[in-house]
């Protein structure tokens, strides 16, 4: 039996049997505009309903931002606990081979909760800085491996290209690897309008569900319609 925890999305739960693995990690691989941002937003206000400790690592945003945007989807509880429970800390756009290697860990330092949650939104300039596989894997899986202790992480990675096509390119295949489980969220084109969509790839540790289920971001957030086709 492996320990779960929610992962907040509403209809998420029930496709990836009950749960995300505790002190796993996801990648969240999806079309720009598909809702990750919303779907970390999500995962972390989860964490602190349950007096979880979470932790906000944003490329694109600093914490003014995110607040109103958390704020618009009607969730109070990010304001409410700001240094606290809730640690945003803004990335910069450059150096995040030493971010990841060096910041990051002191930040997470001294500030573990009974379970703690962790976003990297996005990890893509990552790659972008560290094209050598040899040292993007060694810098991401101590990082990964830093995360599995510390608690259950997310991070983003940004999609690109044919929007219908599930193409795993090469430059993604290390992170996507070194990921306990893979969620892409993609917009399926139909005649004249994008349906957004989200598939399971893969979830270490457990079974999942293997088709691709419609999607809706409302006032509400992220719903996910679980028994409907896309089309
Ligand atoms: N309050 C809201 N009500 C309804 N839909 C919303 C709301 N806020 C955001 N959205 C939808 O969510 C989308 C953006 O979500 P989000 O920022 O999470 O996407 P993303 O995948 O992180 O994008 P990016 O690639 O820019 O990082 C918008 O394009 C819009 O469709
Ligand atoms: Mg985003």
């Known amino acids: 039996m492996v320990d779960r925890i929610k992962s907040g999305i509403t209809g998420l739960d029930p496709l990836v049997s009950g749960g995300f693995v505790k002190n796993t990690i996801t990648s969240i691989y999806g079309s720009p505009g598909a809702g990750k941002s919303i779907f970390c937003t999500e995962f972390l206000r989860q964490g602190l309903l349950e007096g979880e400790k979470v932790f906000y690592f944003s490329l694109e945003q600093n914490l003014e931002s995110f607040l109103r945007a958390a704020e618009a989807l009607g969730f109070n509880e990010f304001k409410q606990n700001v240094g606290t429970n809730f640690i945003f800390t803004k990335m910069s756009g450059h150096d995040f081979k030493n971010f990841l290697s060096i910041d990051m860990p002191k930040i997470l330092e001294g500030r573990k909760g009974k379970h703690s949650r962790v976003v990297i939104d996005p990890l893509t300039p990552f790659l972008w800085e560290i094209r050598d596989p040899a040292l993007q894997r060694s810098i991401l899986g101590d990082t ?37 489980s893979v969620i892409l969220m993609s917009m399926a084109f139909n005649q004249n309008f994008y349906q957004k969509a989200i598939s399971v790839i893969k979830i270490r540790f457990s079974s999942h569900s293997s088709g691709m289920h419609p999607f809706d971001i409302t006032e509400k957030g992220i719903q996910i319609f679980q028994d409907q086709p896309v089309f």
């Open 144 to 180: 990964f491996a830093m995360l599995h202790e510390f608690g259950t992480g997310l991070v983003t990675i940004e999609r690109y290209g044919d929007i219908n096509k599930l193409e795993l390119s090469e430059d993604i295949a290390i992170p996507l690897y070194l990921s306990d």
